[in-house]
């Protein structure tokens, strides 16, 4: 017994050697889910670890802590952003 994603597999590699039998599929590919868990790298991140002190404190306006949630199967996300001295909150 074959299973579909294997039979779509192999519909993927004739369509990437030149062959045409993506061309009979009543979607043509396009329905195909991207694959779930790719990291994304920040370039230049730094550790909260090494947040300066002075943040730490909550003296000055115009420090944010910001923080996201990404739902189930990566579908719809949730970005809040909250000014530590005040507490105000955007979401």
Known sequence: MVSHERIYQFIRE???QG???YKQL???LKHRKR???RSVIIPGRVSIDLRPEKI???ERFGDWE???IVGKEGKGAILT???RTTGFLLN
């Open 26 to 28: 009543r979607h043509r």
């Open 81 to 83: 952003a909250t000014e």
């Open 14 to 16: 004739d369509k990437a």
């Open 66 to 68: 910001i923080d996201t």
């Open 35 to 37: 694959p779930a868990g």
């Open 56 to 58: 730490n404190l909550k």
């Open 19 to 21: 062959g045409d039998l």
